[in-house]
């Protein structure tokens, strides 16, 4: 019974071999993309699922309100809250607190500037399941002056030499010794790191208060509950916590903070708060790539149902010949289920090639680095399997009970040619086909509307031909001297033009961040949050920012020292509504005094989708994070200044990496998740257009072809080509003038949501929506017309033979 179906499906198959064609590559694309997206999906959604008790973990997120309002989310929180919550809630099994390091690690001659480095509690390794190859997880970071490591930093400083019990330096300024190595971070997990410096070193080189205090943040924080702990309740008994801690000396200051308990699991894709360890991914980006890969298995399975039922008259006679010979119906559903089987077989083949092919390219597009292992993924094979079953089911079903439900009398009689049996479906279909290409193609044009708009707005601050060095972690008591006569000497090369230290640049959320200030002589209940800039007397003329009112810092005021420069925003903030009514205003900075002597206007320190900021500039000429070089390419070589800057470097600041970047590549970096997701969206969606223009095509030859004779008689009646070119194309673009008006309102609104993510944005106007239509109106037109300019163009004597 099986090799008679493998017969007549294959014998069907190579009979009609460009509709096996179209319907075959249609599917495999769809397929290949599906399990592409699918895969990009599962591994985003995989973030620190390894962690045996993941379920339990949960990071304390920190909301900071002034006055009753939202100020700051932070990723992280104040020191002493992980003790505060596990000395007064039982239901808190453990903590785990880090606090990121920053600075020149060596060893002997080994020197290197290490990322992603922190000081950590004894309870971290212990809580999370990170692979400890070397010593053990507990009591690894119990001691002063103690480090665990990753093999890549191991094999980066001692080699082949086995690492545990060697003793590194950071900046020079402690040794720690190894008592842990860990294996190397897996990609997917939110917080990776190099090296762990033990916490109770970080508290010997600041202050006690490092355990307890909560005038101190920026520390990760994590808790592990017990097993029957609820984390709403949990949740409830810390803000209790925090209350009894510092609640009265928030409320003198009209401030209040909140902390929240977020699931380990949930931080990679729902979590951008300042101080992140990483920068996270979206899960809104992430759950529409799942959208597209939905609409294109359901826009190749719409094109398989199509082409069937519309070839149902062409193998009407067929079944009627079957059922007179004594088939059932159940036989028949067989026959054309096993067609159904036979094809998404073929096309699950194709699909594995067209996989394997563009791998690399999917890699590139997404910034992930899914390799061909996951052929050897059981949830790969495993969601194979189900698409390739689903698909035989879902796109051969329909066709089969159409197919077997025709009388043989009818059909035999030739009755069923006059009807329009699955007409109306194969009309709606169509419409859902282009409604979702429509939808697809609107959102690329207006994801890459809206990162043209990011890229070409004035930022208010000059980051073109701009060189910026880390600065120098290992400084001893010259370091004042030194910097002076470094900058000096670059300056005599006249390519140079300005060179200017700073804790920041722009393109860097800015890390000091203030709160309790407040006008002197104001209410402390009126006190604000700001983000801090330490400059040097030329970083405002470098950077172009331009002064509103008053002035810039001047070596010729000694008093800079006690100056500070608000940004407009920042006035704002304070409640002074006109830049003139805050010069020379004094104001509480932590229990010192600083004077306004200037405002500059608001520039865009962080990418397009942040609104301007609160920024303070505070004279600090000897600022050591950044120095950056302001060059004249027109008068000498970019390449010339790095290698003069590095010699110079060497001199200067011994026993530090010499590293840079330039400033605009720097800043144009926070638009790369955005350009990704725009290209992966736009590369989707050009082959979701690309399948249902296939069944478009396949559906257009079939009906023509059904129309010959009627296209002979015309032609003999005196009917041009043109004449009957639009009179066969108009009945294909009605239904897709039909998914334009569908797909319109419904796509409109899901970008107005989109858009909300942005706080520079660009308008949604009509021609948004008129360009994408009319292209996908123009490639259907062609599509069809390739058909039907043929079928015209026939010999009405051939034409009036077909039948």
């Given at each position: 019974m099986f090799k008679n179906y493998f017969k007549t499906a294959f014998r069907n198959l190579v009979k009609h071999k460009v509709f096996s064609a179209i319907n075959i590559f249609g599917l495999a694309i769809g397929i290949a993309a599906c399990l592409m997206i699918l895969q990009f999906v599962r591994f985003e959604r995989s973030y620190d699922d390894f962690h045996i008790n993941g379920?339990?973990?949960?990071?304390?997120?920190?909301?900071?309100?002034?006055?009753?309002?939202?100020?700051?989310?932070?990723?992280g929180g104040a020191a002493g809250v992980g003790v505060a919550v596990k000395e007064s809630i039982p239901e808190v099994e453990a903590f785990a607190r880090l606090k990121s390091a920053d600075g020149v690690v060596s060893y002997g001659e080994n020197k290197f500037r290490e990322e992603k480095m922190y000081f950590a509690n004894d309870g971290f390794l212990p809580m999370f399941s990170y692979n400890v190859i070397l010593g053990k997880k507990e009591g690894a970071l119990k001691e002063p002056n103690t480090a665990v490591i990753t093999t890549a930093v191991a094999k980066k400083y001692f080699g082949n030499e086995d690492p545990l019990g060697k003793v590194i330096s950071l900046n020079k300024d402690a040794d720690f010794k190894v008592t842990a190595v860990v294996a190397d971070m897996p990609l997917n997990t939110h917080l990776k790191f190099s090296v762990l410096f033990s916490y109770p070193t970080y508290v010997a080189l600041t202050s006690p208060d490092a355990e307890t205090t909560f005038n101190w943040d920026g520390f990760l924080t994590y808790v592990l509950l017990k097993e029957s702990a609820?984390?709403?309740?949990?949740?409830?008994?810390?803000?209790?916590?925090?209350?009894?801690?510092?609640?009265?000396?928030?409320?003198?200051?009209?401030?209040?903070?909140?902390?929240?308990?977020?699931?380990?699991?949930?931080?990679?894709?729902?979590s951008a708060y300042m101080s992140e360890a990483e920068p996270n991914g979206d899960g809104k980006a992430v759950n529409f790539l799942l959208i597209i890969s939905i609409f294109i298995i359901v826009i190749a399975w719409i094109n398989y149902v199509n082409l069937s039922t519309a070839r149902s008259l062409e193998r009407a006679r067929e079944v009627g010949v079957r059922k007179v010979m004594g088939s059932y119906r159940l036989q028949l559903i067989r026959q054309f289920l096993f067609e159904s089987l036979l094809i998404n077989f073929l096309a699950v083949v194709l699909a594995l090639i067209i996989i394997v092919a563009s791998l690399p390219l999917f890699n590139s597009l997404t910034g992930k680095q899914i390799t061909f292992s996951l052929l050897a993924d059981v949830r790969f094979w495993l969601a194979l399997v189900i698409i390739f079953i689903g698909g035989t089911f879902l796109s051969g079903l329909y066709p089969a009970f159409v197919l077997s439900s025709f009388r043989p009398i009818e059909v035999l009689k030739g009755k069923l040619s006059k009807t329009s049996h699955g007409a109306w479906l194969r009309q709606a279909l169509v419409i859902t086909q282009f409604a979702a290409s429509v939808a697809l193609m609107v959102g690329t044009f207006t994801i890459y509307r809206q990162l043209n708009y990011m890229k070409s707005q004035e930022l208010g601050v000059e980051i073109n031909q701009t060189l910026v060095f880390r600065g120098p972690s290992v400084t001893d008591s010259t370091y004042e001297k030194k910097l002076s006569a470094f900058k000096n000497e670059l300056l005599l090369h006249p390519a140079i033009k300005k060179v200017t230290a700073s804790s920041d640049v722009p393109g860097n959320k800015v890390g000091w961040n203030a709160g309790g200030i407040r006008l002197v002589g104001s209410d402390p209940n009126k006190s604000q949050q700001y983000r801090v800039f330490g400059v040097d007397h030329d970083f405002i003329e470098a950077y172009g920012l331009k002064i509103v009112k008053g002035r810039d810092f001047d070596e010729k005021f000694g008093s800079d020292s006690s100056a500070v420069v608000f940004n407009e925003a920042a006035i704002k903030l304070l409640g002074v509504n006109k830049p003139e009514d805050a010069l020379n205003k004094k104001i509480d900075f932590w229990g010192e005094e600083f004077t306004i002597v200037g405002i500059v206007s608001n520039h865009h320190q962080e990418s397009l989708k942040q609104d301007f900021d609160a920024y303070i500039f505070r004279l600090s000429p000897n600022a050591d994070n950044y120095y950056s070089l302001k060059i004249n390419a027109a008068t000498g070589s970019v390449n010339d200044v790095i290698k003069t800057a590095e010699k110079k470097w060497a001199t200067f600041f011994p026993g530090n990496p010499f590293e840079y970047f330039f400033l605009n590549d720097h800043f144009a970096a926070q638009y790369k998740a955005d350009e990704q997701f725009g290209k992966t969206f736009g590369l989707f969606a050009f082959l979701a257009i690309i399948i249902a223009c296939l069944g478009l095509f396949g559906l257009a030859s079939f009906v023509t072809t059904q129309r010959t004779k009627e296209i002979g008689i015309r032609k003999i009646s005196g009917a041009s080509i043109s004449s009957i070119v639009v009179l066969l194309t108009r009945d294909f673009i009605k239904p897709i003038l039909i998914a334009f008006a569908i797909a319109t309102p419904i796509t409109y609104y899901l970008l107005i949501q989109w858009l909300q993510n942005y706080a520079f944005k660009t308008d949604v106007t009509f021609w948004m929506f008129l360009i994408p239509c009319l292209l996908i109106l123009l490639i259907a037109v062609v599509t069809v017309s390739t058909q039907t300019i043929r079928a015209a163009s026939a010999s009405p004597v051939k034409s009036l033979r077909t039948e």
């Open positions: 379920d339990r973990i949960f990071r304390l997120q920190q909301d900071r309100y002034n006055e009753g309002k939202l100020s700051t989310q932070w990723a609820d984390p709403k309740k949990v949740e409830a008994k810390i803000a209790q916590a925090v209350e009894r801690k510092v609640g009265e000396e928030y409320k003198k200051r009209n401030e209040s903070v909140e902390y929240k308990l977020q699931p380990l699991k949930d931080i990679h894709l729902y």
